[in-house]
Each structure stands twice: as C-alpha cells, then as structure tokens.
C-alpha cells in the first residue's frame, strides 16, 4: 500500500528523499546489529563468523544495492562498525590500518578477504544492475510488459559486460594499493594472487572435507597471509637464531620442514591410491649399471622419490612422484619473480631425477612443487588437473568441481603443517638415550 511520501517495493523503495532515508536508516540499524552479534561469535569461531559474513550477510544489502541509486552515504554506519568490530573480532588485528582495509576489500582471489566496503561499491552495482536489466526497463516504460519476451542472448551479453568491467574496478583498485603500499605487502599480494592460493577462504567449514580450522589457527593464517608477526611467539628460536615467520618455516629443528613434506606426500598418495594401482610410498629406485647419465643426475644406490603408481598416464605405465615444498620469501626465493621461481625448482629436480627415471626405469617423472603460501607450480598444476580427470570418471562426478576439491583440500592440508611449523615447540638438542644412567633410573622406579 502507497503513501505520499513513498512505499516498499519488490525489496526496494518508492519513494520521496526523505522517506527513503527513513526506511534506509531502519535496515541500516538492522545490519549494523547483524554485524556486531557476528563479531561477537568471531571472538570463538572466527572461521564460522567469516564464512557467514562472507557467504550470508553481505547478500542481506546486495539486493538493494542493484534496485536503489544514491544510498552509498546511508551506508556509511556499516562500513564503521565492520572497521570497528568486525575485522578486528575475525583477524585479532587491532587497530586495522587504512592499507590493510583496502586490501581486506579485494576478493580473495586478488589477495584479500572480500570484505567490501559497501560505501565505495553501491554505485556501481546499481549501474550494473541496470545495464543488465535495460530491456526490462525499456518494456516497463513503454507499457509492454505483456508482450515483454527477454532476450537471453543480449542478458548474457550485458552480463559479460558488467563482469568485465567489475573485474577492471577491481584490477584498478589493487594496482592502485600495490603502487602505495611497501615493497613486502606487493610481494605478499602476488603471491596470494596465485591460483587456489586463497581457497581456504573461500570455502565453507565442513568437518568431514578437514576444512576446519580453530581460533588460533585461522587468525594466525590470516597473519601469515599478510606477514605479520605472530603474538606470543619467542623472538629467538631454539636453533639461536632471530625467530620471525620467514625463518619457523625454513629452520629444520623440530622436524616441522619434514612434517610439511610429508603430510603433503601423504595426501597425495591417498587421492592416487583412488584412481592408480601398484601405489607406492618412498619406492626405491632400480640401480645405475652401465646407463649413460647426464651430469646431475642422482647416482645413489639407495635413490627414493616419493611416490610410484601405475596407470596414471597411460595403462601399466609407471610413473614417479616427487614432492617439495618451498617457502617464497626465503633468501634464495625472494628475488626471484614467481614463475621463474617454481621453474627453478621443477627443473632442479628433473636435472637429478628425470633421466634416470626415464633410462633406467623406463618410467614418467613428475615433480610436484608447491609453495608454503599455496602457490602450485606449472608441472604441479598439470598433474592435478589429470588426476581430476580420472577422478572425475571414477566418481562419476563433475570436473570442475573435483578440480576445486583437491585445490581445497591440498591447500588446507598445507596450511594446517604451516601453522604447526610458526607455533610448534622446538628443542634444542635431542637426548641421547646412551648418555642416560638406566640403572639409577631403575632405582628411583623401584
């Protein structure tokens, strides 16, 4: 039912200026309270708190966003209390600078948390909204919405063309924040850029996938996304060197580079185990005889890669598997741009491995290489995508959503054995059961 000063209306408003403002300051009211009862669960399950502001409450003013022009100030009251309370209840950073604002605004693919500000998107998504729905408009002004048929071809048209532009906002804004913001974060913000580096955050918390994470597990992940120091962590590690992120994830006191390795290895071998036969853990290499190796190749007797299996590329066909995982900003990464990064390390080890493999194994090698902020290397990314084929046909399900399970799941994984490595207790020397006094320590039993 109308009034004169305006009425709701399919989810928006009729209206004068000041009864729009009216009824916008009403649901303001109701999603500024939204956002700080969500910002009160962060404080205990701040993966669940982000997964629903992320997944469920932004949704809330979408809608009327893309029916409702010039609202973009009566917006203003969320965009605070999201900077006062809910970004410092989900990432346990306080205060939130303005740099780390613009970029938590970046969708999580482009480095940040796709926490928009919703101030700076109100008018574009309306304008979006009505290049999509232009043909409509044009029925409704001309009174033909009974003979109105949309045509599908000029919506996706429209569609592409408002995606395309979104995504050149988007690319403009983070060109803009890497051109003002120091020289760490650029590097930091490439390498979350990468493919399925940020996946973690874009998937929900199911239990039974291993995608959940505890308090302290999920906010130190977000400080380690951007490099910043961890609270309650020793400033000097066990080993006698300056503790900081970059140095936990490279020091091999506690076992912990290994533990990364590892797990990933293992996850590996359980989704091959799926698909190939004759999967083999840490399978030891025949021997070198007479074969005419390159320089660089390994001649150990003893040689182990990680994985074997047979029939992943071709039936019976063997194939090798060995994994590393790097970490990017360690001295000898750090100069070094991405790509030629990983290809230095894929072509390390095929230089060792890969004759060998193919002279005396009459086998395939693949080197899987990732990095410890969730970068797959090239080599590794075709590997993946062919175990998602096989998958795909042994599941009898989708590919693109096979492809986007072993991305989650490899990233999680990693993820998780990071996170032991920045926080997990390091000795600094192991006791040697030989210089213990066993009979004294009878004794006292006794």
């Avoid at 309270?33 to 708190?49: G, V």
């Avoid at 533990?259 to 025949?286: A, G, I, S, W």
């Avoid at 998958?391 to 492809?403: C, G, R, V």
């Amino acid at each position: 039912k109308g009034t004169a000063d305006g009425h709701r209306y399919l989810g928006s408003f009729i209206k004068t200026e000041k009864a729009t403002e009216s009824y916008f300051a009403t649901k303001v009211e109701e999603w500024v309270q939204d956002i700080k009862d969500i910002s009160t669960a962060a404080s205990s399950e701040p993966q669940l708190a982000y997964a629903g502001f992320y997944f469920g409450i932004t949704k809330k003013w979408n809608y009327l966003l893309r029916t409702t022009p010039d609202i973009a100030t009566l917006l203003e009251p969320i965009e605070r209390v999201i900077v006062d309370n809910l970004l410092p209840a989900i990432t346990g950073i306080t205060p939130v600078s303005e740099t780390l604002r613009d970029t938590f605004a970046l969708s999580p693919k482009n480095g940040g948390l796709g926490i928009v500000n919703p101030v700076t998107i109100a008018d574009s998504e309306y304008r979006f909204s009505t290049i999509i729905n232009r043909d409509l408009v044009d029925a409704i002004l001309e009174n033909k919405c009974e003979e109105f048929n949309p045509d599908s071809q000029s919506i996706l048209k429209a569609k592409k063309e408002c995606k395309a532009m979104k995504t050149k906002m988007e690319e403009d804004r983070k060109f803009h924040l890497l051109n003002t913001s120091s020289a760490s974060l650029r590097r930091q913000i490439a390498l979350l850029s990468e493919k399925g580096a940020s996946s973690w955050l874009s998937t929900l918390p199911l239990k039974n996938c291993g995608f959940v994470l505890s308090k302290q597990q999920f906010q130190d992940g977000l400080r380690l996304r951007y490099n910043i120091p961890l609270e309650g962590v020793s400033l000097e590690c066990a080993c006698g060197k300056s503790n900081s992120i970059d140095h936990a994830l490279i020091c091999k006191l506690g076992g912990y580079t290994h533990l990364r390795h590892n797990h990933l290895r293992d996850t590996l071998f359980n989704l091959l185990d799926v698909v190939c036969k004759d999967v083999v853990k840490e399978p030891q290499l025949l021997p070198v005889t007479n074969e005419h190796l390159p320089r660089g190749t390994t001649l150990k007797q003893d040689a182990r890669l990680d994985i074997s299996c047979r029939g992943f590329y071709s039936a019976l066909d063997k194939t090798f598997i060995d994994v590393r995982v790097l970490h990017p900003n360690s001295q000898s990464n750090l100069e070094k741009p991405l790509i030629s990064m990983y290809r230095c390390h894929e072509e390390e080890k095929k230089t060792k491995y890969l004759q060998r493999i193919i002279q005396v194994e009459k086998a395939n090698f693949s080197p899987f290489v990732m990095s410890t902020t969730g970068g797959i290397a090239p080599e590794a990314t075709a590997f993946l995508k062919k175990l998602a084929q096989k998958l795909s046909a042994k599941l009898n399900q989708s590919y693109p959503n096979i492809m986007g399970y072993l991305r989650r799941k490899l990233r999680f994984e990693l993820l998780k054995t990071t996170l032991m490595a920045v926080r997990g207790f390091r000795k600094t020397r192991n006791v040697k059961i030989s210089e213990l006094d066993l009979n004294l320590i009878d004794f006292y039993i006794r």
